[in-house]
C-alpha cells in the first residue's frame, strides 16, 4: 500500500509547483520516497489560536463535574483510545505513579475501540476512585487549563496539534519521544521526552514533573513563549500567504517573459 502510495505522489509532484509539509520529518520521509525534488518543499508548521487556552476555568465545578477532589491534582491526555496513541501505557504508568502518589488523579478525554479495555483493566487495578475516562469532549481547552501535567503516549505523531495546545495553557508536557513530538519537544527546555514503550520512565517523568516546581514553572513558561514566537495562527497563515505570492509571482512573470517573447518575434 506504502509503494502505491508513493508512486501517486511522485506522479502528482510532477506538476506540482511547490509542496507543502507541516514538519521537517514529513518532508524527509517523502524525499525518502522520492516524492518530488528537494527544491520543491517548504515547511510550513500548524499554528494555534492561544487565546481559548489561557481563559479563565471554573475549577472547582469542572472538578466536580468529573468527580475529582478540589484540591487533587490532576495528571491527563486527550487522544482516541486505540492502539497508536497507547492509552494502557499511560494506565500502567498512572498505576506506579499511585502507589507512590496516592493522591493524584488521572484524566484521560477521548473515545475509541479500546475503550472497553481501558475501563476493565483499570477496574483490575484497583484505580477506579483515581482514573477517569472522559470520552468525547467538547470543553478541551477548559480540561488543559486543569491539568497539572499532561501526557502524550503514542507510537506516531504526524505535528501533533494537541502538544502545542497544552504548551499555550501552560501545562508541563511529558511526551513519548516519536518523530512529531520531537520536532517541538526539546527535553529539560520547553517539555520531556521518554523512550516510547517504557513504563518506568513515564511514571518517574510524572513524579519529577510533581517534586519539581521551579523547573516545572521554567519548561512551562518557554513552552508559552514558544507558542507566541512560533506557533500562532497568524504566524501560520502568514507563512503560507508567502508561499503563494511567491509561486503566483513566477506565474505572472513567466506569463509577462513569454509575452515579451511572443512580441519580439513579431
Avoid at 34 to 60: C, E, W
Avoid at 154 to 171: M, Q, T
Avoid at 209 to 225: I, R
Amino acid at each position: 500500500a506504502a509503494f502505491i502510495v508513493a508512486q501517486l505522489e511522485r506522479f502528482a509532484a510532477m506538476f506540482t509547483a511547490r509542496i507543502i509539509a507541516v514538519a521537517h520529518h514529513e518532508r524527509e520521509l517523502a524525499l525518502k520516497y522520492r516524492v518530488g525534488k528537494a527544491s520543491l518543499y517548504q515547511v510550513v508548521h500548524t499554528g494555534i489560536n492561544p487565546g481559548p487556552f489561557r481563559m479563565d476555568v471554573d475549577v472547582r465545578n469542572l472538578k466536580a463535574s468529573l468527580g475529582i477532589p478540589l484540591d487533587a491534582l490532576i495528571v491527563g491526555s486527550v487522544g482516541r483510545l486505540a492502539d497508536p496513541k497507547l492509552p494502557l501505557d499511560f494506565l500502567h504508568a498512572a498505576a506506579r505513579v499511585h502507589k507512590e502518589m496516592p493522591t493524584l488523579h488521572f484524566v484521560w478525554a477521548g473515545s475509541g475501540p479500546l475503550e472497553a479495555d481501558a475501563k476493565a483493566t483499570t477496574s483490575s487495578l484497583g484505580l477506579d476512585d483515581v482514573v477517569h475516562w472522559l470520552g468525547e469532549r467538547s470543553d478541551v481547552p477548559a480540561l488543559l487549563r486543569i491539568y497539572n501535567c499532561f501526557v502524550l503516549p503514542s507510537k506516531w505523531e504526524g505535528f501533533p496539534l494537541v502538544i502545542l495546545e497544552a504548551f499555550a495553557s501552560g501545562v508541563p508536557v511529558i511526551a513519548t519521544d516519536n518523530l512529531g513530538a520531537r520536532e517541538l519537544i526539546e527535553t529539560g527546555q520547553n517539555g520531556w521526552l521518554v523512550p516510547n514503550g517504557n513504563i518506568e520512565a513515564l511514571k518517574q517523568s510524572i513524579l519529577n514533573v510533581f517534586t519539581n516546581p521551579s523547573l516545572v514553572a521554567a519548561v512551562s513558561g518557554a513552552a508559552k513563549k514558544l507558542i507566541d514566537n512560533e506557533y500562532t495562527l497568524e504566524k501560520m497563515i502568514s507563512a503560507l500567504e508567502r508561499v503563494y505570492e511567491t509561486e503566483v509571482r513566477k506565474l505572472t512573470n513567466a506569463d509577462l517573459a513569454s509575452k515579451v517573447s511572443e512580441n519580439h518575434l513579431q
